[in-house]
């Protein structure tokens, strides 16, 4: 498989939404509200950030605006959209995707960030059918390695746009309980699945899926080649909740994360880990308590909280 790289950036129940959602979403442009409800319809909270972090955010904004204004071109439409995004104005974030989509309705670039948009703010289908649209319009034969918007700590992006498609198709399908679709968007996914962290974060989720679909032996399987000496530079997380179904780490160990700078990340991404291996020993009572913990967190954008608010919604 051939590498390029380019400078874009880097229950059936659940597929409904309650009206007051639809009523955020009907709003006119000019007075679009970024306001996101949870699977169960009830209003998240606004993202607050320091005074520092609000600073960074509004500079790169401006500059995405800047150059949208300049060229309204595939790219800066991309990163427009990303920059809106990392501000938690999502469905802005949205509306500059679709208008993108719009003008170049052949980008499987702007499908797939505008699905991962659409899986932030709970609209599941929906972004099943941009991720869909995007796998079928991606090139097939080549990883499209996607620059970072939030850098990690050696400055290197990790994933490419195939990857990021099918990892968040497979997410997508496993928030409404189609195991059997998301194992092969996993599958798929496995792939592209190219260095250590990216291998984790597909291995996580598969295991977590498999187990759910009763196949225990194919999700053991997969643990395998998980050791503590994978080079990981952004998905430790995840490295630890594969550890822990190994047998290698406690859920205790996994789930403190007192005093961490990124507290409501960790607690999302660690704690859904530590409350789906509950789960999955049967002990619902455990795992109920560890899922309000990770709901009782500021991070609702984070995958493991919109898995525990989908998994929450199942236990009642």
């Known amino acids: 498989m051939k590498y390029i790289f380019v400078t874009v950036v880097s229950l059936t129940l659940l597929s409904c939404h309650k009206p007051k959602q639809e009523a955020a979403d009907n709003n006119a442009p000019d007075s679009i509200t970024n306001v996101v409800f949870a699977l169960d319809g009830t209003e998240l909270p606004q993202s607050v950030y320091s005074e520092k972090q609000q600073a960074r955010l509004d500079s790169n904004l401006a500059v995405a605006q800047q150059n949208f204004d300049s060229g309204a071109t595939e790219i800066n439409c991309i990163w427009l959209g990303r920059r809106q995004a990392y501000m938690s104005k999502y469905n802005e974030a949205i509306k500059t995707f679709t208008e993108g989509i719009g003008q170049y309705p052949n980008s499987y670039r702007l499908y797939r960030h505008r699905g991962h948009r659409y899986l932030s703010t709970r609209k599941l289908d929906m972004a099943i059918a941009d991720f869909l649209k995007a ?6 034969d080549t990883l499209e390695i996607e620059p970072d918007g939030i850098p ?13 498609v099918w990892y968040h198709l497979a997410l997508a399908y496993y928030l409404k309980g189609d195991y059997e679709l998301a194992a092969e968007a996993y599958q798929k996914c496995m792939e592209t699945s190219v ?6 974060a ?6 977590m899926t498999l187990i759910r679909m009763g196949k225990e032996e194919a999700a053991t399987a997969l643990l395998a080649d998980i050791t503590d000496e994978l080079k ?4 430790d997380s995840y490295l630890k909740r594969l550890l822990m179904y190994k047998g290698e780490l406690a859920p205790e160990e996994v789930l403190d994360v007192e005093g961490r700078a990124d507290y409501d990340l960790a607690i999302a991404t660690q704690g859904y880990g530590v409350a789906n291996y509950y789960l999955t020993q049967g002990d619902s009572v455990k795992a109920k308590e560890i899922f309000s913990v990770v ?8 995958f493991g909280y919109i898995a525990a608010e989908a998994d929450m919604m199942r236990l009642k």
């Open 232 to 235: 990981i530079i952004e998905n």
């Open 195 to 200: 260095n250590d962290d990216l291998l984790v």
């Open 295 to 302: 709901l009782d967190g500021k991070h609702w954008s984070a």
């Open 152 to 164: 990690n700590k050696i400055n290197q992006p990790l994933s490419s746009t195939q990857f990021n």
């Open 202 to 207: 597909t291995s996580d989720w598969l295991y």
């Open 135 to 140: 796998a079928e319009l991606m090139p097939k």
